[in-house]
Nanobody
Framework: QVQLVESGGGLVQAGGSLRLSCAAS????????MGWYRQAPGKQRELVAG???????VYADSVKGRFTISRDSSKNPVYLQMNSLKPEDTAVYYC??????????????????WGQGTQVTVSS
């Protein structure tokens, strides 16, 4: 079983910064894609930033130039540096990963895991 552990959320004033981290642990064979989504009250969950299967970082238009996603060569953990935060960035942020596990010594089909979510609140 794979677990995702998120950290770094909190309360910050507009214009401030926060850094989120997400670490996957367990019997992991390979990580295919990993990133961050967010869900504000009354809204649908949306992609914030992530690494595609090709390894290219992708960003929502609303965060381009303000947020940076990063990782090292092992692809795990993934970090989201959030600068120039705005009140509209307030949401629960969820880590998402598409990976293959090792089950009974054999790589599994790809599975999707979600973290428990971390609250980011930006005050005006």
């Amino acid at each position: 079983q794979v677990q995702l552990v998120e950290s770094g959320g909190g309360l910050v004033q507009a214009g401030g910064s926060l850094r989120l981290s997400c670490a996957a642990s367990g019997s992991i064979f390979s990580i295919n894609a990993m990133g961050w989504y967010r869900q504000a009250p009354g809204k649908q969950r949306e992609l914030v930033a992530g690494f595609s299967r090709s390894g290219r970082p992708v960003y929502a238009d609303s965060v381009k130039g303000r947020f940076t996603i990063s990782r090292d060569s092992s692809k795990n953990p993934v970090y989201l540096q959030m600068n120039s935060l705005k009140p509209e960035d307030t949401a629960v942020y969820y880590c998402n990963v598409d990976l293959r596990e090792v089950v009974a010594g054999i790589p599994s089909d790809e599975k999707t895991y979600w973290g428990q979510g971390t609250q980011v609140t930006v005050s005006s």
